[in-house]
């Protein structure tokens, strides 16, 4: 790719770092985690509170009793909640945590006299005001989806607590109640109503107490989720996406991946001269980044640490997913971070391209099938289509996704059709059918978005499921083929996870471990493209050019791997709304300057 750096081999880059940060915060959640674990334990089984582990339950907050059994698991729940924003820094953990530590010393020193027990406590707060100013991390986007997740995610551990709380009184409990009747014992506690199930003693009391803390804590974190300010994820404003513009237009030609950082669900930092940017989106926690940063390489630096502040202002994880060669030799460089080769981008150069020969024999016989068939197709920039068509085309893109959520993130625009796009290209295939359907003739669509002056990058494929197979080959060499006369000289096709692995693995004389590898990609090859992908993009004689993914360390490589999973809708964890509900937004159109403006 242009730009490209020479060099040895670059599959793991590890750099001198600077400090290592305090690990207060860690420290600090992880005792949260334990103390909450124990006061749950001695909320819900009795036998923890009379044996050897009594000295570690004296620390925590609350007497025995029934009120003191819902305190304490209360008190543990909440714990628990708290930790994981402890250990990411955020501010607003740290302040429950210290509200919420004092009221369990009180607590312990009101029903229990116990001095040890304010001690402990206070020796868990002394740490968290001594280090208050490492706390300091913003909130993370979010939404009203947290209110729901937080119902169903508390609903199901307080009934499966629920569940522990009823069965840890066996010798007090009468008769021998089902599961069913133990259950519905849980469900009716949860809302503060007596069940089915009878303790002898003041067991029930205990029971019914610790039933209705549970309850009480699902509905008000419920409730304050569900009104609390949303913080909505960052997205592109007008400004943004017009110098985001003006940047490509001057150096849009080194990066293939560039013309995807106009996706207006990302946000973007620029360096303080405003010559380069980084686009990013907060999945998960993980600030991801993809492709290298928009603008000047001389700026690239002050972008990547504008970048690096946001990260650590709201302790979000960085992460780069696709970055070039040259990228990740900057990132590495300018943050300390490592960089991996995550697969090889296709990169087709139209005047090599050709049908003959023997090794495009595959592709040039289902052309020719196809085009026998009654295929035509059609390479047009978005600006030369006609309105009409072009609705057509969009509609036809959509309603044949074949899934409920968009996907793509790092190689996809998010759109086709908008004004704003109009360099962008979109080859169609179409049959004159006797009865033609809902979209005309039109029966597949391939749309490109630009590589600076003299490339495109392809966006999406979709076809009509009824059509024939080869469709996406038959619109690919159409492309090509119509290359030089729009152009065009370098065309960039998918990206291609682990393809040397898959490449080298096959060969004669690969080791047991590489062989392995590839086994073990094959088999993922079942859920996700990763071998049919690379085969696909080989069938074009590609020239292939590696991206990397630049993390923090090892450790965060399966959460950046699960966000990136997220971001490009291969992983949802909150459900899409449904056709009728969702907002609708107009394409932004381009005035006179060429500057996008809402239509």
Not at 19 to 36: K, S, T, Y
Not at 285 to 303: C, R, T
Not at 335 to 351: F, K, N, Q, S, Y
Request: glycine share 10%; charged share 25%; aromatic share 8%.
């Amino acid at each position: 790719m242009s730009g490209a750096v020479p060099a040895g081999p670059t599959r793991v880059r590890r750099l001198p770092r600077g400090p290592r940060p305090e690990n207060v915060p860690l420290l600090v959640g992880r005792a949260c985690a334990l103390v909450g674990l124990l006061d749950i334990a001695a909320g819900v089984f009795p036998r923890f509170r009379h044996s050897r582990m009594h000295a570690l339950a004296e620390v925590l907050p609350g007497s025995f009793g029934p009120f003191a059994a819902a305190l304490s698991l209360s008190a543990g729940v909440l714990l628990l909640l708290l930790a994981h924003g402890l250990k990411r820094r955020k501010r607003r953990a740290w302040r429950a945590a210290v509200a919420l530590l004092p009221v369990g010393a009180v607590a312990q020193f009101g029903y229990r006299h116990s001095f040890l027990g304010v001690l402990i406590s206070l020796a868990l707060l002394a740490p968290l005001l001594r280090h208050r100013d490492q706390f300091a991390a913003l909130p993370d986007p979010r939404s009203r989806w947290r209110a729901l997740a937080n119902f169903v995610l508390m609903g199901a551990g307080s009934l499966a607590l629920g569940l522990l709380i009823v069965s840890a009184h066996p010798h007090r409990m009468i008769g021998a109640p089902s599961l069913a009747d133990r259950i519905t014992h849980v469900l009716y506690g949860l809302f503060g109503v007596e069940g089915p199930i009878d303790y002898a003693g003041n067991t029930s009391w205990t029971v019914a107490f610790s039933l209705g803390a549970l309850g009480l804590l699902t509905a008000v974190t419920t409730i304050y989720l569900a009104f609390r300010p949303e913080h909505p994820a960052a997205r592109l404003t007008e400004e943004d996406e017009s110098r985001l513009r003006a940047l490509l237009a001057r150096h849009g030609g080194r990066d293939s991946l560039g013309h995807f950082a106009l996706r207006r669900d990302k946000a973007v930092v620029f360096s303080p001269s405003g010559k380069a940017a980084v686009t990013y989106r907060v999945v998960s926690g993980v600030m991801l980044a993809s492709g290298d940063p928009i603008g000047d390489v001389e700026a690239w630096p002050g972008a990547i640490e504008r970048f690096m502040d946001e990260a650590r202002a709201h302790s979000w994880t960085p992460a780069v997913m696709g970055c070039s060669e040259t990228g990740g030799e900057v990132w590495t460089r300018e943050t300390g971070l490592d960089a991996l080769e995550l697969g090889d981008e296709a990169v087709v150069d139209v005047p090599d391209f050709s049908l003959a020969g023997r090794a495009m024999r595959n592709v040039r016989q289902m052309v020719k099938r196809i085009e026998r068939a009654g295929y035509e197709t059609r390479v047009r920039r978005v600006a030369d289509l006609p309105d009409a068509e072009l609705d057509r085309v969009r509609r036809a893109a959509d309603a044949w996704r074949g899934t409920v959520t968009e996907r793509g993130f790092s190689m996809a625009l998010g759109r086709v059709g908008d004004p704003a796009d109009g360099d962008c290209l979109i080859a169609t295939a179409h049959k004159q059918d006797a009865e033609p359907g809902e979209y005309g003739d039109l029966k597949a669509v391939l749309h490109f978005v630009p590589w600076g002056s003299d490339g495109v990058s392809l966006d999406l494929m979709r076809r009509d499921r009824a059509a024939d197979p080869g469709m996406n080959e038959l619109l690919i060499v159409a492309a090509l083929q119509a290359a030089p006369k729009l152009g065009i000289a370098r065309v960039s096709l998918n990206f291609a996870m682990f393809r040397a692995a898959l490449a080298r693995g096959e060969k004669i004389g690969a080791g047991p471990v590489l062989r392995a590898w590839r086994g073990l990609l094959v088999f993922l090859s079942r859920w996700f493209q990763i071998e049919s992908l690379y085969k696909f993009n080989a069938k074009f004689r590609p020239r292939w050019e590696p991206r990397f993914v630049v993390y923090r360390s090892s450790s965060d490589l399966l959460r950046i791997g699960f966000a990136a999973m997220q971001a490009e809708g291969f992983v949802t964890l909150t459900p899409p709304l449904p056709p009728s509900l969702r907002r609708r937004t107009r394409p932004r159109r381009p005035c006179a300057h060429g500057d996008p403006h809402v239509a």
